[in-house]
């Protein structure tokens, strides 16, 4: 006999008895999509006990829900709901899969419980991060964590395993193993190199589907490094492979108990399970794999067709012996005035309510033998004591903590690990930072490193700056770029670095910075002294000046130059490493070599091409006379003393300013009455003539547009250095007098000479 039906209590606010369905369901779409789940349950709920006919569909939004708020053995039974209307696919269970993986440590990611295995990034017992690193963590691959193993330096200076880089996500430019580290490496850690290359052709083989092989490969590594991880968890998937499920098991399991926080351990694990037919630890797996890496969309599949066959098996999925006679009218009714009542009054099921006991037996049995009274049943939650069960057999709980997992209290605040190993994609997951306390050959040991492990192939000296190529040698920055100055070729092996000349991108190998400024020390400040006392010695604008031998410049006159030879290429770069921007410019001389008197310029701008060619802006700003020149690398430098013009005061100032201003408006009338032309190709090079000055001495080297116009004139350049020279304003200002009187002149004459043969013709 039935219970009578319970009356509803008066509504709670937010649900309105009388509301239809479809508004109910409305309203509780708007509140999942705001993020607010246990509003949204309770609507899809009500929604459900107001159908003549359970949805399935509604069933299904209730779950995912549930799941989200938290609520899993609610979640779980209104899957089971779903369940008796239709079978359940795989991917509707994405939110409960979520959920599950969520109970087992969202904010902490906690561990498994059992042997805490040191973790790359996750807190110990260690010396902090300000101590200096441990010979072996110095050497190390930051993505794998790993001692490196043929180790490759990527263009920005780090430095990683090679294998660590096929396996990355974008591969850069083909690049070689870094000879210098490598060697270091070999001589430092002579037992751990052949372990990993004894791994590395286990691997290989593996590629090759030769697993045999592989395993013997593995067996002789493991010989060198017994419990070594990473040949544990190759050697289970080797066992995978051959099907031996056992030892497959026994190596993922010895993994996941050495690095809990290892996604790919418990991924291999859950092969090894499954392989064995034990569904209920699979799941538990896949479980820890999604709460470690939420966004593995293939483990989520995994873990969802697990799932349907451990808590949705196909024999209690749809209800298939429905038996019409009988009545189904009473306990429908007795349902969703229960379901009612709990939503006006908002109690949880199942905490500490009496919801899971509110049918005896023989009750339930008919509540079961009806599809629509089913549904109701696990909607409502009634089955929630059976489901909480079901998942506390999978994943056991701690007292009053909901489905949170029972974990080691000091690897509760472990880091997000997601970036260094979370992905089960087999490639990336090749890579997962795998570290074996037990064999680190020499890792308390100090490096015997000395100068000739570090040492330049060009100067013989120690490494400054290092550099390497994607060849794998390494060099001064210095040296490899005075190298480039010549062929675009590696000075050793002599393979083509045209793109690292195009994009010079010279950075330092972190690596090798780092090991010579900790085992070096001395070594490199004397190094560095010695580089310092050369930039001083090329810092001096008097002495040693480096000089460009090419053309005439003037102070305040802009002076492009394309500068594509070696030796200038090295002046240009070396005026720039110093900083003074400065260098001089000097007509050549047939028996002197340079000319007497030059121009100081001063670097703007550099745009160096992809052939190690470049465009120099720059301006001349004072004058100079050689006192002696010599060469240095291949280009001239001098012994210098600027010059300055001569003041004037009284009477001969006067005279000056009235000098001055007559030559000014001279070269303006000549400059305006030259042909458009003309005009417009001396604009383009030279620029605007600049404003007559008010006061004709202030600039020691003279007016600005005196200089513009000279270097415009058409004069020969034994002129123009005869009048660089001068340190008299007047005088330079009569030559340019004369100068325009003689142009003017021949212009004239030209012209009167074109105006008689057109008169003749």
Avoid at 726 to 748: D, F, G
Wanted: net charge neutral; charged share 25%; glycine share 6%.
């Amino acid at each position: 006999m039935s219970p009578e039906p319970v009356p509803p209590p008066p509504p709670r606010p937010g649900c309105d008895p009388g509301e239809p369905p479809a508004q109910r369901v409305e309203k509780g779409d708007e509140a999942f999509r705001a993020g607010r789940y246990a509003m949204a349950a309770e609507l899809f709920r009500a929604a459900l006990a107001g159908l003549a006919q359970p949805e399935r569909g509604l069933c299904l939004r209730l779950g995912d829900a549930l799941a989200r708020a938290g609520r899993l053995p609610e979640a779980l039974g209104a899957f089971r709901g779903a369940a008796r209307l239709a079978a359940l696919r795989p991917e509707e269970l994405g939110e409960l899969a979520g959920g599950l993986a969520r109970a087992l440590g969202p904010s902490g990611r906690r561990l498994p419980a059992g042997k805490q295995g040191r973790v790359p990034g996750a807190p110990s017992g260690e010396p902090s991060a300000s101590a200096p690193a441990a010979p072996r963590e110095l050497l190390g691959c930051p993505r794998c964590q790993r001692l490196l193993h043929e180790p490759v330096t990527l263009p920005s200076g780090l430095t990683v395993c090679r294998r660590c880089l096929e396996l990355g996500p974008a591969r850069p430019q083909a690049r070689r193993v870094n000879v210098v580290l490598s060697g270091l490496l070999e001589k430092c850690f002579p037992d751990e190199g052949r372990v990993r290359r004894l791994a590395s052709q286990a691997r290989g083989l593996q590629r090759q589907q030769q697993p045999e092989a592989a395993l013997l490969r593995c067996h002789q590594a493991l010989d060198l490094a017994p419990g070594d991880n990473s040949l544990l968890l190759l050697r289970a998937e080797l066992y995978l492979t051959m099907k031996n499920y056992e030892q497959a098991l026994q190596d993922a399991n010895a993994v996941c108990q050495n690095v809990p926080l290892l996604t790919k351990g418990h991924h291999v694990k859950a092969q090894a399970l499954s392989g064995l037919g034990r569904s209920k630890e699979v799941l538990k797996e896949f479980l820890y794999c999604l709460a470690l890496n939420p966004e593995c969309n293939s483990v989520k599949k995994e873990a969802q067709k697990v799932m349907c066959e451990v808590f949705f098996p196909a024999s209690e999925n749809v209800h298939h012996n429905i038996t019409p006679s009988i009545p189904s009218g009473p306990l429908n009714t007795t349902l969703k005035a229960q379901c009612h009542s709990h939503i006006n009054t908002q109690s949880p099921l199942g905490e500490g309510g009496e919801a899971g006991s509110s049918q005896n037996p023989s009750e339930k049995s008919d509540v079961f033998r009806n599809t629509n009274s089913s549904v109701l049943y696990f909607i409502l939650g009634l089955h929630q004591e059976e489901d909480r069960a079901v998942l506390e057999s999978i994943l056991p709980i701690a007292p009053s903590t909901g489905l949170k997992r029972r974990f080691p209290n000091d690897l509760g605040d472990a880091r997000d690990l997601n970036d260094a190993h979370g992905k089960i994609p087999k490639k990336e997951a090749d890579s997962s930072p795998l570290r074996n306390m037990s064999s680190d050959i020499g890792g308390s040991l100090e490096l015997l490193i000395d100068v000739a492990d570090f040492e330049c192939a060009l100067c013989m000296r120690l490494l400054f700056e290092p550099v390497t190529t994607p060849c794998g040698h390494t060099f001064c920055l210095k040296c490899l770029e005075r190298c480039l100055d010549h062929a675009p070729h590696c000075p050793l092996c002599k393979e083509k670095l045209s793109e690292l000349l195009a994009s010079r991108n010279f950075n330092t190998t972190i690596l090798a910075e780092e090991l010579i400024f900790r085992y070096l020390s001395d070594e490199l400040s004397d190094r560095k002294r010695i580089y310092d006392e050369e930039m001083t010695e090329l810092s001096n604008l008097t002495r040693d000046v480096p000089i460009f031998v090419c053309a005439m410049a003037f102070p305040t006159v802009p002076c492009p130059l394309h500068v594509f030879e070696p030796r200038y290429r090295l002046m240009i770069r070396r005026c720039m490493e110093t900083g003074t921007k400065r260098f001089g410019m000097c007509l050549s001389a047939e028996h002197a070599g340079i000319s007497e008197y030059g121009c100081m310029l001063e670097i703007k701008d550099v745009r160096t091409f992809p052939d190690g060619s470049s465009v120099v802006d720059a301006i001349g700003i004072s004058r100079f006379r050689v006192l002696s020149h010599r060469h240095r690398d291949g280009y001239n430098t001098a012994d210098i003393e600027y010059l300055e013009d001569e003041k004037m005061e009284g009477p001969e100032y006067e005279e000056l300013t009235t000098l001055h201003d007559s030559v000014y408006q001279q070269s303006v009338s000549w400059f305006t009455s030259l042909p458009d032309h003309m005009r417009e190709q001396i604009l383009s090079h030279f620029g605007s003539m600049p404003d007559r000055e008010p006061e004709p001495q202030s600039n020691p080297s003279g007016p600005a547009w005196s200089w513009w116009i000279l270097a415009v004139l058409p004069l020969e350049r034994k002129a123009q250095l005869a009048i660089l020279g001068m340190t008299s304003l007047k005088e330079r200002l009569l030559a340019i007098r004369r100068i325009l009187v003689i142009i003017t002149r021949k212009m004239n004459s030209r012209q009167e000479l074109v105006n008689s043969r057109e008169r003749n013709n």
